[in-house]
């Protein structure tokens, strides 16, 4: 890890963890959106607020369905007005292909319209294993993985980029003057981590072997890739008219750090964190905001530059060969998603 990125990492989020960060709200009537990883943490947090902003059908996605259930009782129960959303929990784990597969040809038969695809889904995790799929799993309760964390999201967001191009063309139906949004969760800590295997002859490949993982790394290296290739999905042309970001929540006191023990979480909360509404404040902020430029970093409700490796001589570079290597793979399992990728460039 960058020793020198560590401290100002930890100073950022001491500054800002109590930040009055903007409410930014919108009418949402007659919107469509989905959110992964939704029936708990920074997901279930976003998801009750924009329940509250009407929207005309809010999708949970969620691995357990019985936890998707409760999750949706909650926040029925808690808005703070009636809603009349048709508010949905349907099924999508992350650590299958097929599973994300299934879910896209759902969308595509069920949904006229998408309008916000928010990524939250992923998470930090234990030791090594490998997904059905063959990809790094790295296992406890809960997988954080490769596969997981970066790409089924971008599967997904393949998936559904025809959806979402096609929403920026439709009528504006009543409610803000809202373009289509696809946002992709990272995190500051993109900044602290090196990308070691970038002179492999396959980066992705490279992260796969057992040999060269690094645990104490892997989530904020899938934070890195996450950010790196949302930058250049952003230029693919048919997303032209939609808004393309990743968004940095901040350290919060979410479900992230399950995996540590009661008194790691007791004094990283007390000392770094965010709580999960001023969390949320982020997501909603680049969902519904206009004018980010494409493949923006955001964090703190605003736009900034990413740091690290991101920002380094070579990252264009490096950003080109990761990414002609993950559409590489995700074309072997989507083979339709082909002509999205082909024409990034």
Same mark, same amino acid.
């Given at each position: ?8 990492? !930890?100073?950022?989020? !001491?500054?800002?963890?109590?930040? @009055? ?19 708990? %943490? ?16 809010? !999708? ?69 294993? $490998? ?23 971008? $599967? $997904? ?68 890739? @996450? ?39 007791? !004094? %990283? ?8 509404? $001023? ?67």
């Amino acid at each position: 890890m960058s020793a020198a990125a560590i401290p100002r990492v !930890i100073c950022t989020s !001491i500054a800002e963890r109590n930040l @009055d960060l903007p409410e930014t709200k919108a009418d949402l009537r007659g919107r469509v959106m989905i959110i992964t990883g939704a029936n708990t %943490g920074l997901g279930l947090e976003s998801a009750k607020r924009f329940y509250e902003m009407q929207p005309a059908h809010l !999708i949970l996605s969620v691995r357990n369905i019985s936890k998707g259930e409760a999750a949706k009782q909650e926040i029925i129960s808690t808005a703070s007005v009636e809603s009349t959303t048709k508010l949905d929990v349907w099924e999508l784990d992350l650590a299958s292909f097929e599973s994300v597969k299934v879910f896209g040809r759902r969308c595509e038969a069920e949904l006229e319209r998408l309008d916000i695809l928010l990524e939250n889904g992923g998470v930090n995790g234990g030791a090594w294993s $490998l997904t059905k799929d063959g990809w790094e799993n790295w296992q406890s309760s809960h997988p954080c993985s490769l596969q997981v964390n970066v790409l089924s999201t971008f $599967l $997904l967001a393949g998936l559904l980029a025809p959806l979402l191009a096609k929403t920026a063309k439709l009528p504006v139906p009543g409610g803000a003057n809202l373009k289509p949004h696809l946002v992709v969760v990272s995190s500051d800590v993109h900044q602290i981590v090196p990308i070691r295997e970038k002179n492999k002859p396959e980066i992705f490949r490279a992260l796969n072997d057992e040999s060269q993982f690094r645990a104490g790394e892997r989530y904020a290296l899938t934070k890195l890739l @996450d950010l790196l290739m949302t930058e250049e999905l952003a230029k693919v042309p048919l997303l032209r008219d939609v808004i393309v970001c990743s968004v940095n929540p901040g350290f919060c006191q979410s479900d992230l750090m399950r995996e540590a023990s009661s008194i790691q979480r007791r !004094i %990283g909360y007390a000392i770094l964190a965010r709580t999960t509404a $001023l969390g949320a404040r982020t997501y909603l902020w680049a969902a519904l905001t206009n004018d980010i430029p494409p493949g923006s970093y955001t964090s703190s409700c605003r736009v900034l530059e990413p740091s690290g490796v991101a920002a380094a001589k070579d990252a264009p570079q490096v950003r080109k060969k990761l990414w002609n290597e993950m559409t590489s793979i995700l074309t072997i399992e989507a083979p339709d998603t082909a002509a999205l990728w082909a024409t990034s460039y």
